[in-house]
């Protein structure tokens, strides 16, 4: 099973942060983290997930950005 925790650095309610993973928007959890859990199988090799977050600046900005990340199955 695949694990990715995913959190914002100055994690405030204001900023209103979401985080989108595999087109799923995720729910904060108590540890005001996001978490996703998936179950993985198949082929060997190298497989990416793309995980958007979105943010506002304090200064009214609204920030996405999305970052990749890597696993492999053995």
């Known amino acids: ?6 959190g914002v650095g ?3 309610f204001a900023t209103h942060p979401k985080v989108f993973i595999e087109g799923k928007e995720l729910e904060v959890g108590k540890e005001k983290i996001f978490t996703y859990k998936k179950n993985v199988s ?4 190298k497989y990416f ?3 958007t977050v979105e943010y506002t ?7 996405s950005k999305i970052v990749t990340v890597e696993y492999f199955i053995d």
């Open 57 to 63: 600046e304090f200064n009214g900005e609204e920030v």
């Open 1 to 6: 099973q695949l694990e990715i925790k995913a």
């Open 49 to 51: 997930i793309p995980i």
């Open 10 to 12: 100055t994690f405030w």
């Open 42 to 45: 198949g082929i060997k090799g």
